[in-house]
């Protein structure tokens, strides 16, 4: 779905943002290697040739990824997110699971890291918590089969 808005807190845009004009910089400078390649004109340069043409086609298809990203981009309200009582993207939510406590913080999808427990609002754990209030718990289809979550606090 083209159309589909992407959730991006601001620090997030940020990062994207910057890390596209990296990707834009490398973008450059492997241009100028073909460039080079391409008028030595030597069968020694076929393979450095060769393997800028791949690099090229790697982090174009990377830019082209991120500038759908930011053209769908929407701003997370993290100040709204922090003050609802519903978990919504941008919330920060401490769930008991398994026995263990864990707090996660949903984000949208470009941003997820579920080792710094920010889980995407499309991941199973996030759409499932998405909409609910304190002491909620929900049953999640995840890859290792049904686990129940329950909503202690949200942030």
Known sequence: MPDKLVPL?????????????????????????????QEQGTSQNDAEYEDAKLEQGMIQGRILGMED??????????????????????SGVEV??????????????????P??????????VGSALLGREVGATVEVLVPKGVIKVKVVKID
């Open 96 to 113: 008991l699971q398994d026995g263990k406590t864990q707090h996660y913080q949903i984000v949208g999808a470009p941003e997820a890291d």
């Open 69 to 90: 990203v930011l053209g769908r981009a929407t701003i997370i309200d993290e100040d709204g997110a922090h003050k609802s009582g519903r978990v919504m993207v941008g």
């Open 9 to 37: 807190t601001r620090e997030g845009k940020v990062k994207l943002e910057a890390e596209l004009e990296d990707l834009r910089a490398q973008r450059r400078l492997i241009a100028e290697r073909i460039h080079n390649a």
């Open 115 to 124: 080792g710094k427990g920010r889980i995407s609002n499309e991941s199973p």
